[in-house]
């Protein structure tokens, strides 16, 4: 996947979950839990399903913090 298109998901799904969240959590909340998800994978090799693991742990750390 080239960067442009992993940078393009990453920022669809934490749109996603701002809004997903925005009745329980601020969205500056949201996006500093992403991005400190997506900070635990940097340098990785294998990048093929990050938007969908950075998203399904985002979203269990949100919910199990409301």
């Known amino acids: 996947m080239a960067v ?3 940078q393009r998901q990453l920022d669809q799904v934490r749109i996603h979950l701002e809004q997903e ?3 329980r959590v ?5 996006a500093r839990h992403f991005a400190d998800i997506v900070g635990r994978y940097e340098g ?3 990048r093929t399903f ?4 950075v998203r399904r ?6 919910a199990s913090n409301e």
Do not use: G, I, R, Y
Request: aromatic share 4%.
């Open 26 to 30: 601020p969205a500056d909340v949201v």
């Open 57 to 62: 742990q985002t979203k269990e750390l949100l």
């Open 4 to 6: 442009e298109d992993e």
């Open 50 to 53: 990050l938007p969908v693991l």
């Open 44 to 46: 990785v090799p294998v």
């Open 21 to 23: 969240f925005s009745d």
